[in-house]
């Protein structure tokens, strides 16, 4: 059986624009389905190829990305285009030839834009390459908004690297702050480069303070959690390497008893190398008694690097505790410490070791005496 057909693109299918949102094409294709259901006329026949029509065009154009490749070729005159059954006295809707009628502009193709680094970029601008993208980029969207105004994670990467390279130090740790609130993900977390952050900005407690506030979002034991808390610690140390060991002696006492109260305050445990450098800023500030304290501190943490037994003898001779010292290397040459005496658990001669203590021990004792004698 024949019948009239005429061909038409898969809009005028469904009777939808070509402009039409996801949303209107999609309640286009439900309204045409009804209305051409077999069931629902009379020319069955009809209604059936009418209806496989309409399930070609929809499947063409719910997809996005083969929507706007369909509108690029529409707009081009060359999309694909199907032969439509007519109903017997049903007008043809073909155009008349010598009046070509334009077509709506679609919203997904707007081929004047193209994206790089996650911003639109005018397709001349695009085509001359990245460094002409970057600079189209921050005249016009970095220079001129500020990230506080900002939660595109895209914006707040782009700007974070802008800030850094141009020395914007606030700018720079702000937005990526502002992008780790966000983002809250541990990918996002670990490539950030946060603590570079603030190490290069020797924001040392601050950045300490923030993964601080981070690591309450993973629970203990796990790696995330861990991996925070090294980023802790990293920029704990860093502060004790940069103001506790370094600076005047006022002020190398005051940090080290700030780096101890902090490490109070976050519930951790200071370390060996946190000790001794309170130890040694106090000494040279002349606050012997709390030097004394953090003395008995370090000298009864349990050891857990065989390497620490020849450590604490040091910082026992160089704190005046001389007799302690000495009673604790007898202690070691003895054996009665046997890790300490394993070359590859100290990571060096343990017999040199011993000597090297003696030496430093016998030096003491002659100072002392020295002082003791004037």
Known sequence: MSFRSEARDYYAILGAEPSASAAELRGAFREAVLRHHP??????????????MLNRAWAELRDPVRRLHYDRDLERGRAALVEWPLEDGEVSRRRQRGRVEPLPRSRWHQPEWRTARGFRVPAEVFVRGPAAQDRWIVEHHIAVDDWRAHSERYWLRYAAEHYRERGRVDDWLGSLERLLDVDQSYDTLVQSGLREAY???????RGAARFE??????????????WVDREVRAL??????????????AARAENGEMLMNYLEVLGMTPTFADLRAAIVAH???????????????????AVTDPARWFSLVQLLTE??????????LAEVARG???????????????????????????????????????
């Open 213 to 226: 506030r981070i690591a309450v979002r993973y629970p203990a034991g796990t790696p995330q959690r861990a």
């Open 283 to 301: 000494r040279r500030a002349g606050n012997l008694a709390r030097a004394s304290e953090l003395v008995s501190r370090a000298a009864n943490e």
């Open 319 to 328: 704190s005046g505790q001389l007799e302690r010292a000495s009673a604790l």
């Open 336 to 374: 009665e410490h046997p890790e300490a005496l394993e070359r590859k658990a100290i990571g060096g001669d343990p017999g040199r070791r011993i000597a090297a203590a003696r030496r430093r021990l016998r030096v003491a004792r002659g100072r002392a005496a020295t002082a003791h004698a004037g």
């Open 236 to 249: 704990l140390g860093a502060f004790r390497d940069a103001r506790v060991r370094r600076g005047a002696a």
């Open 39 to 52: 069931d629902r006329t009379a020319a069955s026949e009809i209604a059936t190829r009418r209806t496989s």
């Open 199 to 205: 190490l290069a900005t020797t924001s040392f407690l």
